[in-house]
């Protein structure tokens, strides 16, 4: 155990326990393939501070995962590179950290969950044992005492009679349950940050409603900062402090959840809000955003959503992108016509 203490304070000798549990600043990836580069990541930057939930939010396709897998190294290279920014973990810049030095940083201080949880658990082995396992290998825990660990876990995330289905398959769990367990995993070594992918996607609404309160409860009590990635605007309004709104590969929009919905100030987020089906309007017509988002191998020319937004004049089809004008001291957006979108022109 001692060992592995020593190799995690060499990792982070630097680290600043006043700075910022995670900043993000202008990262970027592509991804160099056989049918071109695609600019996954184009300047991405956010800060995350303790016990604060921000939102990532954007189609599919809009470069959040990536993020997510540059955040954590685990981004698959070759074919992705990060071509620029900084990750920083309390004023350390992660991507200048060896591999062996990363992986302490894993599940020790930045976990993840993502959004499949049955392919992410290794079906050979018992939900406790793969708990269990993160105790001995990077706790030096013993068999027993890892095990009753694991069923602490599994009662932290609210698994009915944990001491039984601690020796289950994960197969012997719903889809619920697997990703309950998935979270009990991330939670393990007590991280400062977690980054949940698109956690709830695969389950139903019910579901998704428990385990998105199981997430908020959770972060609440180890006032952990949690990156939510999603592509549901219906998820975040109860639970997010702040969102960034990405769209290829950009931050186009970045404040407080109360300004996001109360009057948002780029197209593309006023688009995502109108989508949301409302029981208040019911029988309104939902106006989702028209067309789909561009392909990252072939992004247009000036704002990348000019095609599809219904503000667009010439000065939005030609580069440079629009820049983030600040729309008030705390939040952002990369409009030119930001003020007329927000309704306060
Ligand atoms: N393994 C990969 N190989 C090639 N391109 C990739 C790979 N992963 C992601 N990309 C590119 O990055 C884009 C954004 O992907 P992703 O971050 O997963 O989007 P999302 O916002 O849905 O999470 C994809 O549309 C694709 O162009
Ligand atoms: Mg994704």
């Not at 303790?50 to 981004?75: D, F, N, P, Y």
């Not at 820049?323 to 309704?343: D, I």
Request: proline content about 6%; hydrophobic content about 40%; glycine content about 8%.
């Amino acid at each position: 155990m001692s060992t592995d203490v020593n190799v995690k304070m060499d990792a982070l000798a630097g680290a600043d326990p006043d700075a910022l549990p995670l900043q993000v600043k202008d990262l970027h990836v592509e991804f160099r393939t056989r049918n071109g580069v695609a600019h996954a990541v184009n300047g991405v930057s956010f800060d995350l501070r303790a016990g604060e939930t921000r939102a990532i939010l954007g189609e599919s396709g809009c470069g959040k995962s990536v993020t997510a897998q540059a955040i954590m190294g685990i981004l698959d290279t070759p074919p992705g590179y990060i071509t620029g920014g900084e990750v920083l973990y309390r004023g350390v810049d992660l991507l200048k950290l060896p591999e062996s030095e990363r992986r302490k940083v894993r599940a020790n201080r930045i976990a993840m969950i993502f959004q499949d949880a049955l392919s992410a658990l290794n079906p050979v082995f018992t939900v406790g044992f793969q708990l269990a396992e993160l105790f001995r290998k990077h706790r030096g825990m013993s068999r027993k005492d890892s095990k009753a660990r694991a069923v602490e876990l599994l009662d932290l995330v609210k698994i009915p009679a944990a001491k039984q289905r601690v020796n289950d398959y994960p197969h012997q769990f719903s889809g619920g349950m697997r990703q309950r367990v998935m979270i009990a995993m991330a939670l393990a070594l007590d991280p400062e940050v977690l980054i949940a992918d698109e956690p709830t996607t695969a389950l139903d609404v019910t579901v998704q409603a428990q385990i998105m309160t199981l997430l908020a409860e959770l972060q609440r009590e180890r006032n952990m900062g949690l990156v939510l990635i999603t592509h549901d605007m219906g998820v975040v309004a109860d639970v997010a402090d702040r969102i960034s709104v990405m769209y290829a590969g950009r931050v186009i929009e970045e404040a407080g959840v109360e300004d996001i919905y109360a009057s948002p100030a780029h197209p593309y987020t006023k688009g995502l809000l109108e989508s949301i089906p409302r029981l208040d309007l019911k029988g309104h017509e939902l106006s989702a955003i028209k067309g789909l988002p561009p392909m990252l191998t072939n992004i247009p020319p000036g704002c990348a959503f000019n095609p599809r937004c219904r503000y667009a004049q010439e000065v939005c089809r030609k580069d440079p992108a629009p820049p983030l004008y600040q729309v008030s001291s705390s939040r952002t957006a990369a409009c030119h016509f930001w003020k007329e979108v927000k309704g306060d022109e």
